[in-house]
């Protein structure tokens, strides 16, 4: 492969949030930077720990959104530097074929100027998306006592809007109501994949697939600094893990429900012993269970006034009834 490129700056790219953020610190750190370049602060203080942020975004990374903002980006000379990288995705907005369209261009333009490294979801990972970090950095629909309250926050409110906009119109603005709602349409959360078809076959990129960054995140980033043609400094590696250590734990919180999703279910619908409280579901996450039981089993919640699921899978075997939704 030739690796002779104009810009002496990696590029990081993924088409859904899987920690990039975390992972172009980490190029930072392990290249030895004690700063780094940001298009709108100049030169900005490398943290020695991203994690205080939410998910490593104490770490102010250079992102931009869809084809005109990446090459502006990448033309622009003032960027051209060793301790500059850019974290590039897609269309914040648009129909689906159109995204995939323009971030395809991204990712012929980028791997013709840089060294891109493309990072791609693990399909058997498809429930990990429902928490929306970016809507409330406290886990997005974890509830308290006071969920009426929480409820009328006006991000919640946008995020249903957006996504269960038919749903609403019909349904009362309570709980279970729209805990229902999204049983019933929970499969429209699932992540667009059919970008991957869209990606010209002759784009030159390394191919990193999102379960290698969770869970083996140093051979990975081994791995990237062999293709960057750069050299770890190990004097950092301690330090590296102790943060990729902290990191790691967001990641597992998000796909423990999809580890525990089909015996959540299985345990539901036979009346087994399960106790739930470790998982910390969110309206979300009930949802999906519930819709699973709609989809699956043909089963139904007793839902009215069950504002929070109990913290046992018997006791929601209790409230099953027929399902009545077609």
């Not at 203080?45 to 502006?72: I, M």
């Not at 036979?270 to 089963?299: A, K, P, Y």
Request: proline fraction near 3%; charged fraction near 20%; include cysteine.
């Amino acid at each position: 492969m030739n690796m002779e490129k104009d810009l002496i700056y990696p590029v990081f790219s993924s088409r859904h949030g899987i920690g990039l953020t975390f992972l172009c610190w980490s190029y930072h750190w392990l290249s030895g930077h004690d700063d780094h370049w940001h298009w709108k602060f100049g030169l900005s203080k490398l943290p020695q720990n991203p994690n205080t942020g939410v998910n490593a975004h104490f770490f102010k990374k250079n992102y931009c959104d869809g084809y005109e903002r990446w090459q502006s980006f990448m033309n622009n000379d003032n960027n051209n530097k060793e301790n500059c990288s850019l974290y590039g995705g897609p269309l914040n907005d648009g129909d689906i074929q159109e995204i995939s369209q323009d971030y395809s261009k991204c990712l012929q333009f980028a791997s013709q100027r840089a060294r891109l490294i493309f990072c791609v979801e693990n399909p058997q990972d498809q429930w990990y998306f429902l928490h929306r970090r970016a809507i409330n950095p406290t886990g997005d629909f974890m509830l308290t006592s006071n969920e009426i309250t929480c409820f009328q926050n006006f991000a919640t409110i946008d995020f249903l809007k957006t996504y269960f906009k038919s749903s609403l119109e019909k349904f009362d603005q309570n709980l279970w109501d729209i805990r229902e709602s999204i049983a019933v349409n929970y499969k429209y959360l699932l992540q667009d994949r059919s970008y991957l078809q869209s990606i010209d076959p002759s784009t030159n990129y390394l191919y990193i697939d999102s379960r290698d960054l969770w869970y083996n995140g140093e051979n990975c980033l081994h791995r990237i600094f062999d293709y960057l043609g750069k050299r770890i400094l190990t004097e950092r590696i301690e330090h590296w893990k102790k943060m990729y250590n902290q990191w790691q734990l967001t990641q597992m919180k998000l796909l423990q429900f999809n580890w525990y999703l089909p015996t959540v279910v299985d345990s539901i619908v036979n009346n087994r012993d399960f106790n739930l409280d470790f998982l910390q579901l969110s309206l979300i996450q009930e949802g999906v269970i519930q819709g699973h039981l709609i989809t699956e089993h043909n089963l139904n919640l007793k839902n009215w006034n069950l504002v929070k699921f109990p913290s046992n899978t018997k006791d929601l075997h209790q409230l099953l009834e027929e399902n009545i939704h077609h």
